[in-house]
C-alpha cells in the first residue's frame, strides 16, 4: 500500500498542463480502432485506465502505435473488421472502458469476455446489458450479468427507443455504438442531459447523429472515416488544482489547454457560486472540442447548493467539492448524486468518513451529504478506498489542514493522473 504525507502549505504559483482527458481517450482509441484508415490521436491520456482500453483493442485486431505516449496511431480495421480475442479482455479499474466496449462488441460476429480488478467487478453491469439485450445481444455473467466479468455472443442487433432511467453517458455511448451494428434507428432519451463526448467524436468521424431535446439517436451501418483528434486535458483533473488554489491563500494557477465541453463545466460554475475567482481566456476550438486556459486565484469560499442538472455535469468531481466545501462558510448541500454510491467507491461513505477524520461536521444523505465548512481541517489518516479521485481530494485537502495528512493506497491515482503530485510540486515552488 502507497500512502502520501502532506502538510499545510503556502501559496500555489505557476502554470501547469494537465493530462489528456481520460473519457475523450477512451473514446478515440476504440471509435479510431473501427474507422477505415490511420488515425492519429495527440494528447491522450497515458494512464492505466485508457491504456486498457487500447490494448483491448490491440487484442480485437486493430493496429495501434506509441502505447505508453500521448501521441497514437491507430490502423482501424473499419465497422465489421475486428477480430475474436484469444484472452478476456481485461479492463482494470475502468467503467467506461467495460461498458463502452460492451455495445461495441455486442453486434459482432464472435465471442469475447469483458472483465476488470476486484472493484470493477463490484460494479453494477445491468444498466448496459439489459438495454442490448433489448436490442438482441446475447450477453451473459455474474448475477445474470449484472456483474463482470461479462461473456458476449455476438449477434444481430435491431434499433430501439429506450428511455434511460438515468442520465449516463456511460450507457448512452454504449447503446450509441450498439446502434452502430443495428438495423435501423436506436435512440436513447435520458431525464438531463449527459456528456456528450461520444456524440460529438462520431460525427467528427463521420457519422450522422441527430439530437432533439433530450433524444439522441444513430442509425446502423454507417461508415467511420479515420482523422487526426487532439485531445483537451481533463477538466476532471483540472479540477483538483481550482479547488487547491481557490483554498490557499495567496494562490494564482494558471491550467492550460482545458476541454471546456459544456456538459463537463458544472465544476467551474458550482466554484463561482461559491465565490471562486476563476477566468477563461484563450478559448480555442480542438477540431471536434473546445479548450481554454484557465486562471484561478485564491478567494473566500462560500457554501453552495450542488443538485438537479449540475449533478451529471459534475459526477466526477463530487470528491474534489467536498474539499471546497469543507473549508467554505457556511454549509454546502449535495443531493441527486446517488449515483456516487456506485463509482469506483461508494464516494458518499469515503468522503464523509474522511472529512469527519479532519474534523468537519458531516451529515449523510443516501443521495449526497450535508458539510459544514471550517477554516482549516486537521491533519487525518485518510482511506482512499482504492479510489484515485478520493486519493488525490484528501491529498488536496492536507494543503490547508494543520498538521500530518496521510493518504492511503494513492498507487490508484495512477488510473487517471500519473502525474498528479509532479504537478502540485511544481505550483508550491
Avoid at 492505466?48 to 491507430?74: F, P, Q, V
Avoid at 436513447?188 to 456528450?196: A, F, G, H, L, W
Avoid at 479515420?226 to 491550467?255: H, K, M, Q, R, T
Wanted: overall charge neutral; proline content about 3%.
Amino acid at each position: 500500500m502507497k500512502t502520501i504525507k502532506v502538510n499545510i502549505t503556502k501559496a500555489l504559483k505557476g502554470e501547469i498542463t494537465v493530462s489528456g482527458d481520460k473519457s475523450i481517450s477512451h473514446r478515440a482509441v476504440m471509435i479510431g480502432g473501427i474507422a477505415e484508415g490511420r488515425t492519429k490521436i495527440t494528447g491522450f491520456l497515458s494512464a492505466e485506465d485508457t491504456i486498457n482500453s487500447a490494448r483491448a483493442m490491440i487484442a480485437l485486431g486493430a493496429e495501434i502505435e506509441g502505447i505508453g505516449t500521448e501521441t497514437l496511431i491507430i490502423k482501424g480495421k473499419g465497422l465489421r473488421g475486428l477480430s475474436e480475442p484469444e484472452n478476456m479482455l481485461d479492463l482494470g479499474n475502468s467503467g467506461t472502458g467495460i461498458r463502452l466496449l460492451m455495445g461495441l462488441l455486442a453486434g459482432q460476429n464472435f465471442f469475447s469476455v469483458l472483465t476488470g480488478d476486484a472493484s470493477l467487478r463490484k460494479r453494477p453491469m445491468a444498466r448496459v446489458s439489459e438495454p442490448l439485450r433489448q436490442m438482441g445481444a446475447n450477453i451473459t455473467g455474474r448475477e445474470g450479468g449484472k456483474k463482470a466479468p461479462i461473456a458476449i455472443t455476438g449477434s444481430k442487433l435491431k434499433g430501439i427507443a429506450y428511455k434511460s432511467p438515468i442520465a449516463s453517458a456511460q450507457v448512452k455511448s454504449s447503446l450509441l455504438l450498439a446502434g452502430l451494428y443495428a438495423d435501423g434507428e436506436t435512440s436513447i432519451t435520458e431525464p438531463m442531459k449527459s456528456r456528450d463526448h461520444t456524440e460529438r467524436m462520431l460525427r467528427f468521424f463521420g457519422a450522422e447523429i441527430k439530437e432533439k431535446d433530450l433524444t439522441v439517436s444513430i442509425k446502423g451501418g454507417q461508415r467511420l472515416n479515420s482523422g487526426e483528434l487532439n485531445v483537451p486535458a481533463d477538466i476532471s483533473s483540472a479540477a483538483f488544482f481550482l479547488v487547491a488554489a481557490s483554498i490557499v491563500e495567496g494562490s494564482d494557477v494558471v491550467i492550460k489547454d482545458v476541454g471546456i465541453n459544456p456538459t463537463r463545466t458544472g465544476i467551474i460554475d458550482v466554484l463561482k457560486n461559491m465565490g471562486a475567482d476563476i477566468e477563461l481566456f484563450n478559448k480555442r476550438d480542438f477540431g471536434f472540442e473546445s479548450a481554454a486556459d484557465i486562471r484561478v486565484r485564491y478567494s473566500a469560499l462560500k457554501g453552495t447548493t450542488v443538485s438537479g442538472g449540475l449533478v451529471p455535469r459534475t459526477i466526477d468531481e463530487f470528491p474534489i467539492i467536498c474539499i471546497a466545501g469543507a473549508l467554505a462558510e457556511g454549509e454546502t448541500i449535495i443531493r441527486d448524486a446517488k449515483e456516487l454510491r456506485i463509482k469506483e467507491s461508494d464516494r458518499i461513505a469515503a468522503m464523509a468518513e474522511g472529512l469527519r477524520r479532519m474534523g468537519v461536521e458531516i451529515e449523510e444523505f443516501e443521495d449526497g451529504l450535508r458539510i459544514v465548512g471550517r477554516e482549516r481541517l486537521n491533519g487525518a489518516r485518510c482511506r482512499s478506498y482504492s479510489d484515485h479521485r478520493v486519493a488525490m481530494a484528501f491529498i488536496i485537502a492536507g494543503l490547508k489542514a494543520d498538521g500530518e495528512t496521510v493518504v492511503e493506497d494513492t498507487e490508484w491515482i495512477s488510473t487517471s493522473f500519473p502525474d498528479f503530485m509532479n504537478k502540485l510540486n511544481s505550483l508550491k515552488g
